[in-house]
C-alpha cells in the first residue's frame, strides 16, 4: 500500500503564504509525474500543478505566476509553494501521484486525503 500525506495548509490572510508538502510512503518503485490539484466547495477538483520524475513542471491558470512546485526524488516528497494567496484560493488542496509499487506493477495513481487551505480576506 502507497500512502500520501499531506501537510502545510492552513489560514492565512490576503497575500500571504503557504508551503504544501506531500510525503510519499510504503511500497515504491518508482514515482512518476506528482502533483496539486484543488476542490473549493461546491466546485469541481481541479489541477493546480504538477511536476514529473525529471522536473518538468506544468501550472494551470488560476495560480499560475504565484506558486512553485517542486520535489525531492529521494524522499518521495513534492512541494507547493503558494505566494500572494487570494480568498478564491480557499479550497482543499489534494496531493496526486503516479506511483509503481514493484517491478510487478503497473503505475496507478494516488490520492492524499486533503489538506485544507484558508485564505481571509
Known amino acids: 500500500q502507497v500512502q500520501l500525506v499531506e501537510s502545510g495548509g492552513g489560514l492565512v490572510q490576503t497575500g500571504g503564504s503557504l508551503r504544501l508538502s506531500c510525503a510519499a510512503s510504503g511500497s515504491i518503485l518508482s514515482i512518476a509525474t506528482m502533483g496539486w490539484y484543488r476542490q473549493a466547495p461546491g466546485k469541481e477538483r481541479e489541477l493546480v500543478a504538477a511536476?514529473?520524475?525529471?522536473?518538468?513542471?506544468n501550472y494551470a491558470d488560476p495560480m499560475k505566476g504565484r506558486i512553485t512546485i517542486s520535489r525531492d526524488n529521494a524522499k518521495n516528497t513534492v512541494y507547493l509553494q503558494m505566494n500572494s494567496l487570494k480568498p478564491e484560493d480557499t479550497a482543499v488542496y489534494y496531493c496526486?501521484?503516479?506511483?509503481?509499487?514493484?517491478?510487478?506493477?503497473?503505475?496507478?495513481?494516488?490520492w492524499g486525503q486533503g489538506t485544507l487551505v484558508t485564505v481571509s480576506s
Open positions: 511536476i514529473t520524475f525529471g522536473g518538468r513542471t
Open positions: 496526486n501521484a503516479g506511483v509503481r509499487g514493484s517491478v510487478w506493477d503497473t503505475y496507478r495513481e494516488v
